[in-house]
């Protein structure tokens, strides 16, 4: 599939996920084929083969998610894992997103 396809998402993991993939010999950035309506970033990180209950937020677009968020054709997203230090955890938003609200970076 091309880069940047209109049926195509991009999909970064960041920190122990990133680490994960790469000795797995994976790349830690993908493009992934998704459906028009979306599908729940833990089912796409099920299908990277990521440990979705080592995943904290998603970050979709530069707004940060719980799992349950769609990522569609067009998006840039990135898995977040468990453990960001507490600053960062208020700064990238993920302390609202586990809390099921959404916030800007």
């Known amino acids: 599939m091309a880069p940047n396809s209109p049926r ?19 790349p830690a ?4 084929e998704v459906p028009p309506h979306g599908t729940p970033a833990a089912e796409v990180a099920r299908r990277l083969e990521l440990p979705v209950d080592r995943i904290e937020a998603v ?9 349950s968020h ?3 054709p067009g998006d840039r997203a990135a898995f977040v ?13 993920i302390y ?6 959404r916030n800007e970076p």
């Open 59 to 67: 970050i979709v677009n530069h707004r940060t998610h719980d799992l």
């Open 8 to 26: 195509t998402a991009r999909i970064l993991m960041l920190g122990l996920l990133h680490t994960l993939r790469r000795r797995r010999g994976l």
């Open 81 to 93: 894992p468990q453990g960001t230090p507490g600053p960062h955890r208020y700064t990238l938003g």
């Open 70 to 72: 769609p990522i569609r």
């Open 96 to 101: 609202s997103a586990g809390k099921g609200g």
């Open 29 to 32: 950035e993908v493009e992934l």
